[in-house]
């Protein structure tokens, strides 16, 4: 309904919310919160809030699908800088969130995703933090450096492209955040990430490699197509090779039809 705004129905969203508080079964409940968040109406910031935010009553994954909810919310018009004002407490309720060593790593996880969907560019500092640095001698666990760093991707400014840059191939001894990464600074469609992104077409594990190929072709860099070509014709692991094969497709290239047909 929310994607098309002519046939949008208030009476489906008032439905959702009846149904919500009704409903038993947890699946289908969770399931119900995330659909008011599709649907954009203001109410469902405020019940995802309440669900976040209540650690006794509510178990991590109904936190974590309350989390994302808000990240589905409707942010900014295109061109205007920051959040509407009734998404700037929610945004900041993520951050808290996001923030506190505490709480499930994986209802972090999904705050950190939350604000990339957002775009929350006041975000950027703290997703940095979460990825690169540590404290008391000991960094994030990789999960939360992971989604940090996915969430720094989809925000895809430049202030968020620099935390990416901090990660280096050589630096980074996770495969799962090196492949994040990766991931994030495609994202980015920057065109300055391919210089980041090459030093992981090297890298020692062939799905990192692969990933690295597909994040090149999503910068649209001239180059991308013969780079990824080249490496395709050289790499010996299925892993990377399927992934590199997608990559030639995406990078639009005319060549692609028939090297692919090959």
Do not use: W
């Amino acid at each position: 309904d929310a994607l098309s705004p002519s046939a949008s129905s208030q009476k489906a969203i008032e439905q959702l919310k009846k149904t919500e508080e009704s409903e038993t079964r947890f699946f289908v409940r969770n399931n119900m919160l995330l659909a008011l968040g599709f649907t954009g109406d203001a109410s469902a910031g405020e019940l995802a809030k309440k669900v976040l935010l209540d650690k006794k009553k509510e178990i991590p994954l109904r936190r974590c699908y309350a989390a994302l909810t808000i990240g589905y919310l409707p942010t900014a018009p295109a061109g205007q800088a920051g959040l509407p004002a009734n998404n700037s407490e929610l945004s900041k309720v993520l951050k808290d969130v996001l923030a506190d060593r505490d709480d499930d790593n994986e209802v972090r996880c999904c705050a950190a995703l939350a604000l990339g969907n957002l775009k929350d560019a006041s975000a950027v500092a703290l997703l940095g933090k979460m990825l690169n640095q540590s404290e008391g001698g000991k960094k994030e666990h990789f999960n939360i450096r992971t989604y940090a760093a996915l969430g720094l991707g989809r925000i895809g400014t430049k202030e968020a492209f620099e935390e990416l840059k901090k990660s280096s191939p050589t630096g980074e001894k996770e495969p799962d955040v090196r492949t994040a990464v990766i991931m994030a600074l495609g994202m980015t469609g920057l065109p300055e990430a391919g210089d980041a992104i090459a030093p992981f077409l090297r890298d020692k594990y062939p799905l990192v490699r692969g990933y690295a190929a597909l994040a090149l072709a999503q910068t649209k860099s001239p180059k991308s197509y013969e780079i990824i070509s080249e490496l395709f014709q050289k790499e010996k692991f299925v892993e990377a090779d399927g992934l590199m094969a997608l990559a030639l497709g995406l990078t639009g290239n005319e060549k692609a039809k028939t090297d692919l047909r090959k």
